[in-house]
């Protein structure tokens, strides 16, 4: 079993920035891939980024590219998801999940709690 918890959600301004933080426990991590969804009021979730295992590899809804970063530590049991240029429509729940990189959120086994991110005019 594998459990997830977000952390790092908060309130900016428009251009600001934030990290979120996903740490995993109650199973070996370091081969799980990862992703992170949001899901805004009113909408449907959303795929973010994905990152494989190694860290190698990783991937980025168009709406965020050139602006987050997907990342790893291992060897800390944490995966990130650090946020620049911040804009009113990022606002969401961001959810980390376990068992795919991809853009499917079907494909994913396990499931954090979420964390509020709120981007202000």
């Known amino acids: 079993q594998v459990q997830l918890v977000e952390s790092g959600g908060g309130s900016v301004q428009a251009g600001g920035s934030l990290r979120l933080s996903c740490a995993a426990s109650?199973?070996?991590?370091?081969?799980?891939?990862m992703g992170w969804f949001r899901q805004a009021p009113g909408k449907e979730r959303e795929f973010v980024a994905g990152?494989?295992?190694?860290?190698?590899?990783?991937i980025y809804t168009d709406s965020v590219q050139g602006r987050f970063t997907i990342s790893r530590d291992n060897a800390k049991n944490t995966v990130y998801l650090q946020m620049n240029s911040l804009k009113p429509e990022d606002t969401a729940v961001y959810y980390c999940?376990?068992?795919?990189?991809?853009?499917?959120?079907?494909?994913?086994?396990?499931w954090g709690q979420g964390t509020q991110v709120t981007v202000s005019s």
């Open positions: 999940a376990a068992g795919s990189w991809g853009t499917d959120w079907s494909e994913y086994d396990y």
């Open positions: 109650g199973s070996t991590f370091s081969r799980d891939p």
């Open positions: 990152i494989h295992w190694s860290g190698r590899n990783t």
